[in-house]
């Protein structure tokens, strides 16, 4: 079994920085790509950041501002963000895409969420 745990959300003012991080554990044989979601109240999940192992991509409302990166010896995902804005609250999920074994099929897993809370 899969699990992803996020760590890192809080309350910090308009203009603040926060890190968010994410493990993954459990029965893991390779993984593919790693990324960070939210979800304001009353609003869909959006993509923030995604990272394969060559690129990385991000929502026009975050690119600038946020960086994601990841460790792959830690299976952990990281979202560096900086210059937060109040519509950046939200609860940030962290999704991986990944096969437990050699040749099964990717398998999408998420963690529990984190709040980020921006004041401003």
């Known amino acids: 079994q899969v699990q992803l745990v996020e760590s890192g959300g809080g309350l910090v003012q308009a203009g603040g920085s926060l890190r968010l991080s994410c493990t993954a554990s459990?029965?893991?044989?390779?993984?593919?790509?790693m990324g960070w979601y939210r979800q304001a109240q009353g609003n869909q999940r959006e993509s923030v950041a995604v990272?394969?192992?060559?690129?990385?991509n991000y929502a026009d409302s975050v690119m600038g501002r946020f960086t994601i990166s990841r460790d792959n010896a830690k299976n952990t995902v990281y979202l560096q963000m900086n210059s937060l804005k109040p519509e950046d609250t939200a609860v940030y999920y962290c999704?991986?895409?990944?096969?437990?074994?050699?040749?099964?099929?990717?398998?999408?897993?998420w963690g529990q969420g984190t709040q980020v809370t921006v004041s401003s």
């Open positions: 459990g029965t893991i044989f390779r993984i593919n790509t």
């Open positions: 990272v394969t192992h060559s690129s990385s």
């Open positions: 999704n991986a895409v990944l096969e437990v074994e050699y040749g099964s099929p990717l398998t999408n897993y």
